[in-house]
């Protein structure tokens, strides 16, 4: 049966004031990614649809699958998916332990849905079995704290790292672009949690909107409180906006940052990602900023304030932008 027909059918397991939650039936848990870029061949993500609801995210499209086209669904209408620890188990051991399963790929497994249904701890839960396993997970959440003693005992056997995305550290700026996602400061005080914990722990500052948080100011101080987290790394990224995005971050910057739209909707009207000299120059600061802090390089891909005072980097008077590394953003 189709995912549309999956979805239209599904039982709804709570509403409140604004989402629905729904469950999903799934075949499998655990999907292939084809994309070479990619450092990674399998995913698990364990809910469709995020209430984080951050302007620019590119998983949208996923419920255009089910035929969801409202992008607004996206955010409202929740789908866990359904789990047996048996069956997830045998889909594991069908996985090479050369190869990396990825949680979080394309919606956030430690969003609100997560205290309600615990898939994500579920899943760990069976991880926690395994031995000599390549694990990641990626998410905005502080919630990934909760976890920090059983991903060690994961740790203990297994190979485990998480990817904290962390864009700013201007409360109102991340209020505006991920509106329901935890503060700053509770991302950056779950990488010390995690790090407490023996837990290896990069700070993803993805996407790196154009003028809006690539100053040197903002990415210094992102990179700097990575540091005094004690992350193991740090990357960042320069935005890029697939169709379903384009719809909702362009319109979101025409109204909050209409000083920017005419060279937003220049660069991205035709375009996902941004070429030339953009992301080069982004690099190059970043890797300054790394070695300044004593991090290091993710080796995958990859504000104002718009108000801060500094310069940011430029980009539209040199026009261009590249298509970016690997990037994984949540
Ligand atoms: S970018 Fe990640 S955290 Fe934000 S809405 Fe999309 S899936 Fe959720």
């Known amino acids: 049966m189709g995912i549309a027909r ?25 999907g292939k990614c084809s994309s070479l870029r990619m450092p990674f061949r399998f995913t698990i993500n364990p809910y469709r649809g995020c209430e984080f609801g951050c302007r ?26 359904q789990f ?54 990626t998410t905005k959440s502080d ?20 990817n904290l995305t962390v864009t700013t550290l201007d409360e109102r700026l991340a209020r505006l672009i991920e509106p329901l996602a935890p503060r700053p400061s509770l991302r950056l005080k779950a990488v010390e949690t995690l790090t407490a914990a023996g837990i290896r722990c990069t700070v993803l500052a993805h996407p790196v909107m154009p003028l ?12 700097s409180a990575a540091a005094r987290a004690g992350a193991f790394s740090f990357s960042a990224a320069p935005l890029f906006l697939k169709p379903c995005s384009k719809q909702v971050f362009l319109p979101f910057i ?26 080069a120059r982004l690099r190059e600061r970043v890797a300054k900023l790394i ?7 993710r080796d995958i891909g990859g504000l104002p304030d718009p ?9 539209f008077q040199r026009g261009n932008f590249s298509r970016p590394g690997n990037v994984i953003s949540c």
């Open 6 to 30: 999956l979805a239209e059918r599904s039982p709804v397991l709570e509403s409140k004031r604004r989402v629905e939650y729904l469950e999903i039936e799934s075949r499998s848990l655990i």
């Open 56 to 81: 620019y995210c590119y998983a949208r499209y996923a419920h255009e699958f089910m035929e969801l086209r409202d992008p607004v669904l996206f955010e409202t209408r929740i789908f866990a998916k």
């Open 84 to 137: 047996n620890a048996a069956a997830f188990r045998a889909e594991i051991a069908r996985v090479p332990q050369t190869e990396s399963i990825w949680i979080g790929t394309a919606t956030d497994p430690y969003q609100p849905a997560e205290r309600r249904y615990n898939l994500t701890r579920r899943i760990l839960e069976v991880f926690a079995r395994e031995r000599g396993r390549r694990i990641g997970i």
């Open 143 to 162: 919630l990934v704290a909760r976890d920090a003693g059983l991903i060690a005992r994961i740790a203990a056997a297994n190979s485990i790292h998480i």
């Open 212 to 223: 809006i948080n690539d100053s040197e100011k903002s990415l210094d101080g992102l990179c």
């Open 254 to 279: 025409d109204r909050h940052f209409p000083q920017l739209s005419r060279r937003y909707h220049e660069r991205y009207d035709r375009q996902d990602f941004l070429k030339g000299e953009y992301p």
């Open 291 to 297: 070695a300044k802090h004593g991090l290091n390089q």
């Open 307 to 315: 108000w801060p005072d500094t310069p940011q980097l430029e980009l």
